[in-house]
């Protein structure tokens, strides 16, 4: 490969960070050039609702690597720079500072962007979003003084927040829209599940319950809320969903719907240009699907792929999604998408118990497992899914059946 080729990535996170190094280790000899609008190395961004906002794990502990090991890559890191404009005729992208730089080619790694509350006052001061360290930093600094914090929105990172401010010590609501909490990720079961822990360890649940607009008042601020009782907090956290930052790609003419379009190479509809990570649009074999996935897996994965694409070492993207959530002492692991099931399964005690798993299916089709405290079972769903080899319903719910013993004969 001529040295004189050039890689652009754009965006500086999981999925740039993976590209990057793949990259150099199939052996890809031009420059790379990773272009961030965040002023940071790019760091794990789960830890950011856990260890991280909870005070456990510094900055440099969450780094995904160390700033030496792209220098040793020869990797250009452009931080706190933002992409403005891609030109597809010069094979330029422009920045904001307006440079402009040459890529032979160009990989898209943008993520996405929180989705802002459409109700007055969600602009005002204490009131919080959380994407980056820089949210995380101005939640932190507001933890030190505040006793009372609102959520809005029980999906995971709401409630991952809700647990790691709760673990400070504040007073912690969390407001939920719909009838149940994680109502659009996961089964009734452990919706129940995920209240009865967060009531236990003092977390108050409000389900539907929608915020029309949040105050400033004498003492801080106040959620006007459907129900009776509006809620006074010291601070607000919104935690409401993410869109995909697609808008570079569909101004440059990239296909794009709900994420940049690729095919199972991750090549988008100009064969020079990748997109890997939150921002794709992509298809999944094992579930015959085109889906978006928020998940750092997913963006690594992606990302070894357009790197074995682009160094002609081809190798097409079919992995399972997994994910994972950290809340209390609840580790949950999450194998296959669920999406579309008619029966769960639950193995332990949901009840009463903190460890069990949940197995989805869709009539005989076993498409998921949500395994919380529970390292075996979630192995077991994702060696299963991962190979093909469907489960049967009725061996699972058989408590004495061992897990390796429930496999659809
Ligand atoms: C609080 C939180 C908790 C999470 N927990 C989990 C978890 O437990 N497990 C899990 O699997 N996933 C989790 N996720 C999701 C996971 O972090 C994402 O799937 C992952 O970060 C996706 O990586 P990415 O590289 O595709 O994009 P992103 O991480 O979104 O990064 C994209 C980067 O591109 C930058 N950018 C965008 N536009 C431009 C531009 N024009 N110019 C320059 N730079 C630009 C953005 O600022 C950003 O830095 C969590 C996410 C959050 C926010």
């Known amino acids: 490969m001529p040295k004189s080729k050039s890689v652009i990535i754009i965006g500086a996170s999981h999925a740039a960070a ?37 005070g456990q794990k510094a900055i440099d502990e969450i780094l995904i690597r160390p700033a030496e090991s792209y220098a040793a890559a020869n990797i250009e890191m452009k ?55 820089a949210d995380v930093l101005a939640i932190k600094k507001k933890v030190e003084t505040a006793k009372t914090a609102v959520i ?15 673990k400070q010590g504040l007073a912690v609501t969390v407001l939920e829209a719909m009838p149940r909490i994680l109502q659009r990720v996961t089964a009734p079961q452990l919706s129940t599940f995920y209240k009865r822990v967060h009531i236990e360890e003092g977390v108050k649940i409000l389900e539907n319950v929608s915020a029309s607009a949040i105050q400033k008042t004498e003492t801080g601020l106040n959620v006007v809320t459907g129900c009776e009782q509006n809620l006074a907090a ?26 940049i379009e690729v095919n199972e190479f991750c090549q988008t509809s100009d064969p020079d240009i990748y997109a890997a990570g939150d921002v794709t649009w992509h298809y999944n074999g094992l579930y015959d699907t085109h889906i978006r996935l928020e998940s750092v897996p997913n963006a690594t994965e992606q990302g070894k792929t357009v790197a074995a694409h682009i160094t002609s070492k081809p190798k097409s993207y079919n992995s399972l999604p997994w994910f994972w959530s950290d809340q209390f002492d609840l580790k949950l692991q999450i194998a296959g998408l669920s999406t579309g099931y008619d029966a769960v399964v639950i193995r332990g005690n949901i009840e009463q118990g903190r460890s069990f798993a949940a197995y989805y299916f869709k009539g005989d089709r076993f498409l998921a497992v949500d395994a919380v405290n529970a390292p075996r079972d979630f192995m077991f769903g994702k060696i299963s899914l991962t190979k093909g080899v469907n489960l049967d319903p009725a061996l699972l719910a058989d408590a004495e059946c061992v897990l390796k013993n429930c496999v659809m004969p």
Request: avoid cysteine.
């Open 18 to 54: 993976q590209t990057s190094v793949s990259l150099r280790q199939a052996g890809w000899e031009g420059t790379i050039t990773v272009i961030g609008d965040e002023a940071v190395l790019p760091y794990h961004r789960p830890p950011l609702s856990k260890d991280f906002l909870s």
């Open 79 to 133: 931080l706190g720079v933002r992409v403005t404009a891609i030109d597809r005729t010069n094979k330029t992208v422009q920045t904001e500072a307006g440079e402009t730089l040459h890529y032979d080619k160009l990989i898209l790694t943008m993520g996405a962007r929180i989705r802002r509350l459409p109700v007055p006052g969600e602009g005002l001061e204490n009131v919080y979003y959380l994407r980056d360290t």
């Open 152 to 166: 809005i929105g029980g999906g995971y990172i709401g409630l991952e927040t809700a647990a790691s401010l709760r």
């Open 234 to 259: 010291d601070m607000v956290i919104i935690g409401i969903g993410v869109i995909p930052n697609v808008e570079l790609a569909a101004e440059a003419g990239l296909t794009v719907g709900n994420g």
